[in-house]
């Protein structure tokens, strides 16, 4: 059972306007939930994160929202660039007694932004 | 080190062959993580170690995974009788581990094993 679902695989954008990466989960015991950004032949790197008490977090070009009630979050990447071009995994964490800071990823949305 | 720093970077073996995978974490970081990327997909958990202690081999996909962190620093994962269903890029992550606030997971670049 897929916890954390990316159900885009891939998203194109033009320089300059908003990129929307979205995120589904199903677990409501998550606690946290991360971004991570992945270029090819390297790992991935974290980006920004929230807490499931916050509806919001925002750094710099990047803003997080959380939706609980419809266990949804999205990323916003506002100008994008195309050094933002790469693959972004959205992550959950804190599965009660039993965490251990693990995190379950989904399966990734490949970003293109064209110049 | 600065970073994760994983070796290698790149093995090919014969289906039948036995691999080790080395992970040098971020010195001082309490927690390990392993994962396994097939192709197109996330990472997918394997084990989790908080020290020497593996406390969590839940993601093992087979009794042919096996992981350890001796001293509590560098750890392996070693693949026995590999098989072509191993083939993926394997990730290797440590943190500070649970204090406050987010387990934010710094990864290493990945080992890629291809099993012909």
Redesign the interface.
């Known amino acids: 059972d897929q916890q ?1 679902k ?1 159900n885009s695989p891939s998203l194109s954008v033009q320089e300059g306007r908003i990129s929307i990466l979205n995120c589904d989960y199903t677990n409501s015991m998550f606690d ?3 971004w ?1 950004k992945k270029y090819p ?6 980006l920004i ?1 929230i ?1 499931s008490i916050k509806d919001k977090n925002e750094d710099g070009r990047f803003t997080v929202f959380l939706n609980k009630s419809a266990k949804h979050l999205s990323l916003h990447i506002v100008p994008s660039q195309p050094g933002d071009s790469a693959v972004y ?1 959205c ?1 959950a ?1 804190g599965q009660g007694s039993s ?10 949305t490949t970003l293109q932004v064209k110049p | 080190g600065a970073g994760v720093s994983q070796s290698p970077r790149y093995k090919v073996a014969k289906r039948g062959q036995d691999v080790a995978l080395r992970c040098d974490p971020i010195s001082g970081h309490v927690s390990l993580f392993w994962y396994q990327q097939a192709l197109g997909q996330g990472p997918e958990f394997l084990t989790y170690f908080q020290n020497e202690a593996q406390l969590d081999k839940s993601g093992l996909p087979s009794d042919r995974f096996f992981a350890e962190r001796p001293e509590g620093s560098v750890s392996t994962l070693k693949i026995q009788r590999t098989q072509q269903e191993d083939s993926a890029v394997y990730l290797c992550a440590s943190s500070r581990g649970l204090f406050s606030g987010a387990n934010v997971l710094t990864f290493g670049a990945g080992s890629r094993l291809t099993v012909l």
Not at chain 1, 41 to 46: D, K, L, Q
Not at chain 1, 99 to 108: E, Y
Request: aromatic share 22%.
């Open positions: 954390v990316q946290y939930f991360l991570y032949a390297e790992g991935p790197t974290f994160s807490s995994f992550a964490s965490n251990t800071g693990k995190l379950i990823f989904g399966q990734g």
